[in-house]
């Protein structure tokens, strides 16, 4: 990313994390990648959980790119089946593409990414181990879950009509708002879902509209 191994420690602020998280420490990692092995312990407290107080052994990959990019996460402990919610790495899967990335927009530093995606995803495996039940929900991985996920969010009848706002999102605003509503309406966007739609601008960009789109296409119709 062009800048120092001190100066992407000191922007992610991750001596702060180091010391709140005393266990970890800082392993050897090579292209940029600063890796963390350790104990990560944490309370969560929700409606839906109660109180859990845990602790995961976790390596933890930040790549130079963060956090444009997410930060790595696997389980060293042996205490999560690889069944369980895993990408095809075997790192955790924190949450869908759109989640995770709706997180990178509010979060820049280690410490908040952790307690924000890392988190509630432990609780949750701790809860799921307790009681068999996910107490946030759970989406299907691939192409199938962003859509159901995509199709809620927008207020999509099926999955053509979810690809059509999705390249509407990856225009402006002011270009979207002049073409049909992919709902079958009749109207322009600007004079139907545009609403529903501007609250999801701000989430993600352009850009990653339009891959997301142009990547669920293909899925869909293959």
């Given at each position: 990313?062009?800048?120092?191994?001190?100066?992407?420690?000191?922007?992610?602020?991750?001596?702060?994390?180091l010391?709140?998280?005393?266990?970890?420490?800082?392993?050897?990692?090579?292209?940029?990648?600063?890796?963390?092995?350790?104990?990560?312990?944490?309370?969560?407290?929700?409606?839906?959980?109660?109180?859990?107080?845990?602790?995961?052994?976790?390596?933890?990959?930040?790549?130079?790119?963060?956090?444009?990019?997410?930060?790595?996460?696997?389980?060293?402990?042996?205490?999560?089946?690889?069944?369980?919610?895993?990408?095809?790495?075997?790192?955790?899967?924190?949450?869908?593409?759109?989640?995770?990335?709706?997180?990178?927009?509010?979060?820049?530093?280690?410490?908040?990414?952790m307690?924000?995606?890392v988190?509630?995803?432990?609780?949750?495996?701790?809860?799921?181990?307790?009681?068999?039940?996910?107490?946030?929900?759970?989406?299907?991985?691939?192409?199938?879950?962003?859509?159901?996920?995509?199709?809620?969010?927008?207020?999509?009848?099926?999955?053509?009509?979810c690809?059509?706002?999705?390249?509407?999102?990856?225009?402006?605003?002011?270009?979207?708002?002049?073409?049909?509503?992919p709902?079958?309406?009749?109207?322009?966007?600007?004079?139907?879902?545009?609403?529903?739609?501007?609250?999801?601008?701000?989430?993600?960009?352009?850009?990653?509209?339009?891959?997301?789109?142009?990547?669920?296409?293909r899925?869909?119709?293959?």
């Amino acid at each position: 990313m062009g800048t120092t191994l001190a100066h992407r420690r000191a922007t992610w602020e991750l001596d702060d994390f180091l010391a709140r998280y005393t266990d970890f420490a800082v392993q050897p990692s090579t292209n940029g990648t600063i890796e963390l092995v350790g104990d990560f312990p944490f309370t969560a407290i929700g409606k839906e959980i109660g109180t859990i107080t845990e602790t995961y052994c976790l390596r933890l990959q930040i790549p130079p790119s963060f956090p444009h990019h997410p930060i790595s996460v696997w389980e060293i402990g042996n205490r999560i089946k690889s069944d369980f919610h895993h990408l095809q790495d075997g790192a955790l899967c924190l949450g869908s593409p759109f989640q995770v990335e709706r997180l990178l927009r509010k979060v820049r530093t280690v410490t908040p990414f952790m307690e924000h995606a890392v988190v509630p995803y432990l609780a949750g495996h701790s809860h799921h181990q307790t009681t068999r039940e996910m107490p946030f929900g759970e989406l299907d991985h691939g192409a199938k879950g962003l859509l159901a996920e995509f199709r809620q969010l927008l207020g999509a009848g099926n999955n053509t009509q979810c690809i059509g706002f999705l390249r509407l999102l990856g225009m402006k605003k002011r270009i979207a708002n002049k073409r049909p509503c992919p709902c079958g309406s009749n109207r322009r966007l600007g004079r139907c879902h545009a609403r529903r739609l501007n609250r999801l601008r701000g989430d993600a960009s352009r850009s990653w509209f339009r891959h997301q789109a142009n990547q669920l296409s293909r899925a869909a119709t293959n």
